[in-house]
């Protein structure tokens, strides 16, 4: 089933999504971001399916961000695109099943961030991640109120000031992965663990999702720094 950009399927208790414009590396485009949000919302609606599984097409890239380098800022405009991206990036968060990344390639930007909302990511022994923002003088959104949960602050603060990629076993390292397989291995070691947690009980899997993830800093009163419309401020060069 075709969801936008978004190529759909269910394997037993398992639903995939599949992002799928690899011409333009998967990126989140209206297409992409449509798919993401109607079959995260039909996966948790569905009472066969337990487990959601993310991943990319292609050899490249998991997801290589949003392309907000031409955005004409307004702050009406603004806040629209940052409420949606927000929407499109916390759906994981969101759906009330757990839901894996399989990251096979390029994670960044809003890749990274959508993989991170993710409760586990499994990546490829190929997957880079990045919050490359700030060589545009933007910072990330909906990094900037989760990274440091996850890395640490000082952690956090090196990939949000730098913008560096990082490799798979880095991200593993610091806590962001939580396994790296070999790339040819990906979905099947994803289904795999997909398939464990379709076999355990599912109102103690949501209530053990639900729990770990309060205090993320999700709530309406603590996500407003992510709306603010500065975020996608491009800095002149005598800002720099």
Known sequence: MRLGSVNYETKGKVAILTLDEPT???AL??????GVLAGLVRADADENIRVAVITGS????FCAGADISGFELEPEKGRKFLAHALDVL????????PVIAAVNGLAYGGGFELAMGS??????????????????????GFAIVRLHNIVGRAK???????????SAAEAERIGLVLRVVPHDTLMANAMEFAERIAAKPRLAVAM??????RGLGGDEGRI???????????????DH
Request: charged content about 30%.
């Open 58 to 61: 292609g050899d490249k890239a």
């Open 208 to 213: 053990a999702k639900s729990f770990y993830n």
């Open 24 to 26: 333009k590396l998967n």
């Open 156 to 166: 956090a603060k090196e990939l949000s000031i730098l913008g560096d990629p990082i």
């Open 119 to 140: 409760d586990f990511i499994i990546a490829s022994d190929r997957a880079k991640f990045a919050v490359p923002e700030i060589q545009l003088g933007q910072l990330p």
């Open 29 to 34: 485009t209206s297409g992409i971001c449509e």
């Open 224 to 238: 407003e720094i992510e709306r603010d419309p500065r975020m996608l401020l491009q800095q002149r060069p005598a």
């Open 90 to 97: 916390s759906a994981p968060e969101r759906c009330g099943k």
